[in-house]
T-cell receptor, first 111, second 113 residues
């Protein structure tokens, strides 16, 4: 089957580091996406991992372990504007055309 | 470069009615995907169109349909509306499809009374 799990909500402090985890069970794995969605706004693309390892992009990094079916998004030097929902998604096994989405992790940043 | 636009932004309908939502993708993007988003459910894939052809369809009833025009603009139609259809409907465009960076529109907030 296809399943993507991520925590519902997390809280972190401004200036700190937070790691948002995503576990997936998809056959025919073909990469994992992270999107950011601010309340009342559309999702925006953050990263796409196909190979194992860490990819850094400024304050945001994304990690993938295909053998463990696990990914995380690492946010450093948290800012209040990072308060948002973070969605992970992976293509449906055997298909290049349909993404399976997690329910999203709502990240709350406190001063 | 203009982003993805969706019209209308807000819509209120009653049960049994039908509704048509419109999406204009980024210029040059041939793929348009539609999603339903409800609180706690995440994004649910409805369907994807590429060059006027439906390439894939999610697990939604036949009341949900769509089409894409030659200029890549897409419409989604929901017939015989139910209360449970109240949601944010998002469309996203990309160059190649869903396994590609997608650019989302602001969404249409549909309320069914």
């Amino acid at each position: 089957g296809q399943n993507i799990d991520q925590p519902t909500e997390m809280t972190a402090t401004e200036g700190a580091i937070v790691q948002i985890n995503c576990t997936y069970q998809t056959s025919g794995f073909n990469g994992l996406f992270w999107y950011q969605q601010h309340a009342g706004e559309a999702p925006t693309f953050l990263s796409y991992n196909v190979l194992d390892g860490l990819e850094e992009k400024g304050r945001f990094s994304s990690f993938l372990s295909r053998s463990k079916g696990y990914s995380y998004l690492l946010l450093k030097e948290l800012q209040m504007k990072d308060s948002a929902s973070y969605l992970c998604a992976s293509p449906r096994g055997g298909s290049n055309y349909q993404l399976i989405w997690g329910a999203g992790t709502k990240l709350i940043i406190k001063p | 470069k203009a982003g993805v636009t969706q019209t209308p932004r807000y819509l209120i309908k009653t049960r049994g009615q039908q509704v048509t939502l419109s999406c204009s993708p980024i210029s040059g993007h041939r793929s348009v995907s539609w999603y339903q988003q409800t609180p706690g459910q995440g994004l649910q894939f409805l369907f994807e169109y590429f060059s006027e052809t439906q390439r894939n369809k999610g697990n939604f009833p036949g009341r949900f349909s769509g089409r894409q025009f030659s200029n890549s603009r897409s419409e989604m139609n929901v017939s015989t509306l139910e209360l449970g259809d109240s949601a944010l409907y998002l469309c996203a465009s990309s160059l190649q499809g869903t396994v590609d960076e997608q650019f989302f529109g602001p969404g249409t907030r549909l309320t069914v009374l």
